[in-house]
């Protein structure tokens, strides 16, 4: 099984800064990658595709990008509705597996 | 718009069944293949299983081995989920999600809930 190793797991940051959360596969997965970001009670939203694909209406503060096996999602400034929990996922190869996800606090 | 929409949870007793269904619209739904991923309180994202766009290719995850089984019919654009021997470890969301080459869709879940 392909292992998704997704860090921080907590990540304190204030509106307006730049912040990155890093996953990394146990074994090539291409660029099969998606991110989601979810809110309690709600169903994960996907935000990034396809390793680098912006899904159809997110903010262009969300970025994704790729090398080798070490993927990163990137929110360029931190806005308020941007605090959640943040998950990777690679579907590459069954099982697919998600990372831990990392909780994304206001500093 | 491309949607997913689950249904059949509720609350079983320890040992019950019970069989969730997906209904996918707006896209071509015999196109794809198509997953259980769940998720319990407070916990993180678990796939379950996996059925190929035609149904012959199946996976399931450990957890639910031999007990839950997969199924679908295009005809109708449904995607299910039969679960049996349920445990308190299965109370989760279930989400039926496609993890595609030029998308990725996820329904809103529906709870199942295990306890005595």
């Known amino acids: 099984d392909i292992q998704m190793t997704q860090s921080p797991s907590t990540l304190s940051a204030s509106v307006g800064d730049r912040v990155t959360i890093t996953c990394r596969a146990s074994?090539?997965?291409?660029?099969?990658l998606a991110w989601y970001q979810q809110k309690p009670g709600k169903a994960p939203k996907v935000l990034i595709y396809?390793?680098?694909n912006l899904e159809s209406g997110v903010p262009s503060r969300f970025s994704g990008g790729a090398s080798g096996t070490e993927f990163t999602l990137t929110i360029s400034s931190l806005q308020p509705d941007d605090f959640a929990t943040y998950y990777c996922?690679?579907?590459?190869?069954?099982?697919?597996?998600f990372g831990q996800g990392t909780r994304l606090e206001i500093k | 718009e491309m949607q997913l929409v689950e249904s059949g949870g509720g609350m079983v007793q320890p040992g019950g069944s019970l069989r969730l269904s997906c209904v996918a619209s707006?896209?071509?739904?015999?196109?794809?293949?198509i997953n259980w991923v769940r998720q319990a309180p407070g916990k993180g994202l678990e796939w379950v299983s996996y059925?190929?766009?035609?149904?012959?290719?199946?996976h399931y995850g450990d957890s639910v081995k031999g007990r839950f089984f997969i199924s679908r019919d295009n005809a109708d654009n449904s995607l299910f989920l039969q679960m049996s021997s349920l445990g308190v470890e299965d109370t989760a969301t279930y989400y039926c999600?496609?993890?595609?080459?030029?998308?990725?869709?996820w329904g809103q879940g529906t709870v199942v809930t295990v306890s005595s």
């Open positions: 999600a496609i993890f595609g080459p030029v998308f990725v869709l």
């Open positions: 707006g896209f071509t739904f015999s196109s794809f293949s």
């Open positions: 059925i190929s766009s035609r149904g012959s290719t199946i």
């Open positions: 074994q090539s997965i291409d660029t099969w």
């Open positions: 396809k390793s680098s």
């Open positions: 996922q690679q579907y590459k190869s069954n099982p697919y597996t």
